[in-house]
Structure formats: structure tokens, C-alpha cells
């Protein structure tokens, strides 16, 4: 049973746009969640991540929101770029627990 | 910065071979983890270590043995092949202080035929 959900396999924006990635999870128990990006035939490279006791963290042009009650988090990307195109990863862990559970992951493709 | 090196980049096997999956970090990280990805589902973990001479499964470790014998590596060994295992593996590490990032490698190919 997945524990990390990312719904939309893909998504299509038009270069300079917003980015707006979506994942769910359902263990209460997670209090550190993280974004991945991944370029094909390369390993995923952290992006940004947040603590439960934040509800937002924004790093340069990415900016992840949680909501705990909801057990939702999402990734903003602004002004979205070419180099963007990759596939997202969200991930998540438990207090004192290092195992990362993943989403399944959204590919993203920036338009020219 | 050579960080977490996987080798070898790609291979093919036949079923019911032997090998093993070569993983080496320089930054010092305890804990070091192997995952297999997917179509369709992400990554998922098969064995973890917190340190030296300690390991332990993930989701899905059948079929996959790990040791730690030094900080610096974490082998995977696939005993005896099967198409199923036909994947990309990647391997990552961290320390075991706060809430911080996994760093991965590049990856391992796998095809069994």
C-alpha cells in the first residue's frame, strides 16, 4: 500500500508559467517531507524539503506548502523554465526513521 | 566531488546468474540505502544500513542480500537472478543527524533475461 501518492503522471506547462505538482500521503507519522528531481539516466537530486512545523519553505523559484490536516503538500515552480523538465519525486519520512517512502512521480514538460 | 558512485552503469544477466551491485560514498554518511525504481512506482526501498556491521530490510528485500563491512560501501548482491528483477537500482546515503537529505548515485541498469 502506497504511502506517498502522486495522482498526476504528468504535467504540461508553458515556459514562464506556474508549476504546481501535487502529492498525498497517509501515514500521520510523517513530520519531514522532501522533493526530488530527476533527469533521465541520472540518479534524483534533492530539491527542497519541509518540516511539519512549517507550513511553507521557498528556495529561489521553488516553494513547497504543506498541509498537515489534509496530509497534502505541493511544489510551486515560478516562473517555470526548460531546464525544469524532469520527473518530480515527493518523498516522505517518520520522526528518528531515515527509510524515505516515495510517490510515483510527475513528469513535468516546460514549453517553449 | 565524487559523492555516492555507483558501478557498473548498466548490465544484462541471465536468469539465475549471480552479482553483486556496487555502491561507494566519500562524505562520511552512516546511513546508506538501496532502492529499485519502477515504472509507475517511484522508488521503493530493499535494505538500509545505520553504520558499519548494521543492516536491515526495507519493503522489498527478497532476493537481495546487503553487508557493511566499512562506512564507505554497501554492496548489493542479487544471488540468483530472476526477471523480476529486471530494474534500475540506485543507492544512497546521509547522516544520521536531524531531518537532512538522501544523496543517490546515478544508478545500475539491470536487465534479466
Known amino acids: 500500500d502506497q504511502q506517498v501518492k502522486q495522482n498526476s503522471p504528468s504535467l504540461s506547462v508553458q515556459e514562464g508559467r506556474i508549476s504546481i505538482l501535487n502529492c498525498d500521503y497517509t501515514n500521520s507519522m510523517f513530520d519531514y517531507f522532501l522533493w526530488y528531481k530527476k533527469y533521465p539516466a541520472e540518479g534524483p537530486t534533492f530539491l527542497i524539503s519541509?518540516?511539519?512545523?512549517?507550513d511553507k519553505n521557498e528556495d529561489g523559484r521553488f516553494t513547497v506548502f504543506l498541509n498537515k490536516s489534509a496530509k497534502h503538500l505541493s511544489l510551486h515552480i515560478v516562473p517555470s523554465q526548460p531546464g525544469d523538465s524532469a520527473v518530480y519525486f515527493c518523498a516522505a519520512s517518520g520522526s528518528n526513521d531515515y527509510k524515505l517512502s516515495f510517490g510515483a512521480g510527475t513528469t513535468v514538460t516546460v514549453r517553449a | 566531488n565524487a559523492g555516492v558512485t555507483q558501478t557498473p552503469k548498466f548490465q544484462v544477466l541471465k536468469t539465475g546468474q549471480s552479482m553483486t551491485l556496487q555502491c561507494a560514498q566519500d562524505m562520511n554518511h552512516e546511513y546508506m540505502s538501496w532502492y529499485r525504481q519502477d515504472p509507475g512506482m517511484g522508488l521503493r526501498l530493499i535494505h538500509y544500513s545505520v553504520g558499519a556491521g548494521i543492516t536491515d530490510q526495507g519493503e522489498v528485500p527478497n532476493g537481495y542480500n546487503v553487508s557493511r563491512s566499512t562506512t564507505e560501501d554497501f554492496p548489493l548482491r542479487l544471488l540468483s537472478a530472476a526477471p523480476s528483477q529486471t530494474s534500475v537500482y540506485f543507492c544512497?546515503?546521509?547522516?544520521?543527524?536531524?531531518?537532512?537529505?538522501?544523496?543517490f548515485g546515478d544508478g545500475t541498469r539491470l536487465s534479466i533475461l
Open positions: 544512497a546515503s546521509r547522516v544520521v543527524v536531524g531531518n537532512q537529505p538522501q544523496h
Open positions: 519541509i518540516s511539519s512545523i512549517k
